[in-house]
């Protein structure tokens, strides 16, 4: 308890001094309950700071060593053994994430829908979303083109998987179904979702290897695509 205002036992007009918790007289209390939340407040603040940037967890090391190993590889090349080592950790760490290399791969690809989801951040709330519709789709087109190698290989390899492990397709497949849906619900739902499976087409091409666009090409289908998403509100 913190004593008031005066010496340790009598306070200057002669009285005792009492306890804050005990007596806390009109205003002078207000006072001192306001001093003590703001105290408080800061505190709750600076263990918070403290805590909340950390180092990445040892279960996105495993996802990161599985994409590499991927990407590099392969997924029929993949296994525990070679992810736990490249990861830096044992076996048993890795069984404690993810108990088969079933659930590391589904882990895998869950990761990647949510990293290339770049509409839902308009459609997390369509009343008040937090990014436009036409900023939504220049991200998806920027995405498409800008996709860095390792990313495409590492995507192209886990669509080849698809024939011996079909349950991977599926997070795609509900990442499709969402965002198609919700495309296709406002006032201007026809030039988004042209837009939205155009660039889905052209990956999938590229993925695939169907056809190699030239350098010019691609910068007219660029430069057409955002010519079309800037007529979005």
Not at 169 to 194: N, V
């Amino acid at each position: 308890c913190l004593p008031q205002a005066g010496s340790a036992g009598v306070g200057n007009d002669g009285r005792k001094n009492v306890c804050a918790c005990e007596e806390v007289p009109g205003v002078d209390g207000m006072i001192l309950i306001t001093l003590l939340y703001v105290q408080s407040s800061f505190k709750i603040k600076a263990i918070f700071m403290s805590t909340s940037v950390r180092r990445p967890s040892s279960r996105d090391k495993l996802l990161d060593a599985a994409a590499s190993l991927v990407a590099e590889h392969g997924v029929h090349n993949l296994t525990i053994e070679a992810v736990a080592a490249t990861a830096g950790v044992t076996k048993a760490g890795l069984i404690y994430h993810f108990k088969t290399r079933d659930d590391l791969l589904s882990a895998l690809v869950e990761r990647m829908m949510q990293e290339v989801d770049v509409l839902s951040r308009h459609m997390s709330s369509p009343k008040e979303p937090t990014v436009s519709l036409q900023a939504s789709l220049r991200q998806l087109i920027d995405m498409t083109f800008d996709m860095p190698e390792r990313q495409k290989t590492l995507l192209k390899n886990l669509l080849q998987a698809n024939a011996s492990h079909p349950h991977l397709i599926e997070p795609a497949q509900k990442l499709f179904m969402r965002s198609y849906a919700e495309l296709g619900r406002g006032t201007e739902s026809g030039l988004a979702l042209l837009l939205a499976v155009a660039m889905d087409g052209l990956l999938l091409i590229d993925l695939l290897q169907l056809h190699q666009f030239t350098a010019a090409q691609r910068k007219v289908l660029r430069k057409s695509a955002l010519e079309l998403a800037q007529k979005l509100s």
